[in-house]
Nanobody, 125 residues
Framework: QVQLVESGGGLVQAGGSLRLSCAAS????????LGWFRQAPGKEREFVAG????????NYADSVKGRFTISRDNAKNMVYLQMNSLKPEDTAVYYC??????????????????WGQGTQVTVSS
């Protein structure tokens, strides 16, 4: 099991930026693909971005492509989500998750076994 703790959420105006961080502890960090998901009130939890265990491949939801960037620092057991050009529809609780070491990070939340507690991102118009 991997323990995950997110930070960096907050309130920002539309067009602004935030950087989310996720600190991991427990099992070997490089044994896992990592993902960021988000959940808005009354909506399903949805995939935002994923990164392969090696950091050599990333994928994104169409809604954030070109605005968000996922990265990881395996030496520090950290994963990040840089969010630029934020929109009110990006408002949600953002979760970091660890999944199996597959070739491509899954977009399916059921393929991720370990989750953080979430951090709130609110974008005002």
């Amino acid at each position: 099991q991997v323990q995950l703790v997110e930070s960096g959420g907050g309130l920002v105006q539309a067009g602004g930026s935030l950087r989310l961080s996720c600190a991991a502890s427990g099992r070997t960090f490089t044994n896992y693909n990592l993902g960021w998901f988000r959940q808005a009130p009354g909506k399903e939890r949805e995939f935002v971005a994923g990164i392969r265990w090696s950091g050599g491949y990333t994928n994104y939801a169409d809604s954030v492509k070109g605005r968000f960037t996922i990265s990881r620092d395996n030496a520090k057991n950290m994963v990040y989500l840089q969010m630029n050009s934020l929109k009110p529809e990006d408002t949600a609780v953002y979760y970091c998750a660890a999944g199996s070491m597959t070739v491509y990070p899954s977009v399916n939340k059921y393929h991720y076994a370990d989750w953080g507690q979430g951090t709130q991102v609110t974008v005002s118009s």
